[in-house]
């Protein structure tokens, strides 16, 4: 609660969040508990794309706008 979801960064848009549970057996017959979020991103995305691939360190901006999914 109060928490900010983002975990990626130079995103400006909307975030939803939530969280799954549930039980998960092996192949071997252990049980487990599984918890899980997921989040859900709309909007701007703007990250780093090489722009040279023969110069180390080299990017240039990129942008992307969307939906993106985090699992």
């Known amino acids: 609660m109060n928490a900010d ?3 990626i960064t130079n995103f400006r848009g909307v975030t939803a969040m939530g969280y799954t ?3 998960a057996m092996d192949g ?3 049980k487990y508990i599984v918890i899980t979020d997921i989040r859900v991103y709309q909007g701007e995305y703007t990250g780093g ?3 040279d691939p023969n ?3 080299a ?3 990129a942008h992307a706008r969307g939906t ?3 699992i």
């Open 5 to 7: 979801p983002h975990v």
């Open 21 to 23: 549970s549930g039980p």
């Open 28 to 30: 071997q017959g252990n």
């Open 49 to 51: 794309e090489i722009a």
């Open 55 to 57: 110069s180390a360190g």
């Open 59 to 61: 990017t240039k901006s």
């Open 68 to 70: 993106f999914v985090e």
